[in-house]
């Protein structure tokens, strides 16, 4: 069995990942498409391209206010950029951190006037408008129908969708040590132990009947709450 992951942050390899400890519980090869603080978009995007070399998808879905701008080149899309409502300096590092590949557009050697405005238009359109949520649900649908075995599960909360997402298991530390989130480099923005926790539910949701979002309604109920900054992994 193979599995492709795809999403964001929350689902990045490292040592003391989710993805890594559920690698190792199934003793199966994983395929990571994930990028941090890439959009939905982006993970659609690869999901369409790849989804087919897996016999097991597991799809992280993540926040509706994040987008991408995709131009076309030899009539197939290539992505340039990342957007979602924040300023655009901070946008600019966003799109230059060593998670982004290079083959992506980088703001310092491609990025012209007349392609920060396009950008500045749409992150003025995430901020007040919620059209996004239209075609993210679209996609949603279109994973579902593509791959009706996929594990879906939200990195945020998602309109219309289950209660329950991942940034919930992330709280409980932040609101118990005084946190804050985007402070938060850790290994899928948990602590070492909840990364197991998950890894444990994540076998359970595959392998059974077992829903994993039950875990973040209430994830104080299914996770390690840290009682310190070291505890917790934060330094």
Known sequence: MTIGIF?????????????????????????????GGSSFDYSYSQFRKYH????TIIFIV???????????KNS?????????????????????D???ADSFSKPSKKWDKRFMKTLKNE?????????????????????????????IVFAFDFPSERPGSMFNISKIDYDNLKLFD??????????HQQNKEFANYMQQHIETNFDIHSTMIKPENFYTLSKTKEEANWI
């Open 182 to 191: 985007d402070d938060d480099f850790r290994s899928c923005h948990m602590s």
């Open 123 to 151: 992150i003025t359109k995430s901020i007040y408008y919620d059209s996004n949520i239209m075609y993210h649900t679209a996609y949603l649908d279109s994973i579902k129908y593509l791959r009706p075995d996929s594990h």
């Open 52 to 55: 087919n070399l897996h016999k």
């Open 98 to 100: 060593e998670d982004v």
């Open 62 to 72: 993540t926040s509706t206010t994040r987008g991408s701008i995709f131009t076309t």
């Open 7 to 35: 999403g964001d942050s929350y689902a990045l390899d490292s040592p003391h990942s989710w993805t890594t400890h559920l690698a190792n519980k199934l003793d199966v090869q994983i395929t990571n498409y994930s990028v």
């Open 76 to 96: 197939r899309p290539e992505h340039l950029a990342f957007y979602q409502n924040i300023d655009i300096k901070n946008l600019i590092s966003m799109n230059d």
